[in-house]
């Protein structure tokens, strides 16, 4: 099991720390656009093959990078979201639904998600997706992750 943002050794931004050593191992197993999109849809799946908090950090590394290549409102957004993950303010089951929640209400500044919900996830209808809250909150970070062009971009 991956660690968390509330553990102290995690360091989120520190060259040393639980962070540095899973986002190396995450950014291995994610190099190529082939794995990212495998991972991407394996992730939607809910299979179990990747955990929540994978998710999470892979959506930490993935605004991290967009960072350096882009600016706006979008970006001023999703860094709000970022700052409470890493202050580990989305720990916790109740609070892990804000963490889903900010990140869909931050969506608008890519299009119009008017309905709160991706309406297609690659050829796939969201409501045929989402069958309890944990696909709900893999399609709405898939949903993110491709906006922040997580597949041809990396992370």
């Known amino acids: ?16 720390g639980l962070a540095h050593d899973q986002a190396a191992i995450l ?3 994610l190099r190529t656009p082939d794995s990212r999109s495998a991972w991407l849809d394996t992730m939607v799946s809910g299979s179990g093959e990747v ?21 706006g409102d979008a970006m001023t957004a999703y860094n709000q979201v970022m700052e409470q993950l890493r202050k580990a303010k989305y720990e916790g089951e109740e609070n892990d639904k ?3 929640k900010d ?3 931050r969506l608008r500044f890519f299009g ?4 709160g919900l991706v309406l297609d996830f690659r050829g ?4 045929d997706l989402i069958d309890s809250y ?17 597949v041809d971009a990396g992370l």
């Open 1 to 16: 099991m991956m660690s968390t943002w509330a553990n102290p050794e995690w360091r989120w931004g520190y060259g040393v």
């Open 27 to 29: 950014r291995a197993k």
């Open 51 to 71: 955990g929540w908090e994978e998710v999470k950090l892979a959506l930490a590394l993935k605004w991290q990078r967009a960072n350096r290549v882009m600016n």
């Open 98 to 100: 804000l963490f889903v």
């Open 103 to 105: 990140m869909e209400a």
């Open 112 to 115: 119009d998600f008017s309905n």
């Open 124 to 127: 796939k209808q969201a409501p």
């Open 134 to 150: 944990d696909s709900r909150r893999r399609v709405i970070a898939a949903a993110v992750l491709e906006c922040f062009e997580f």
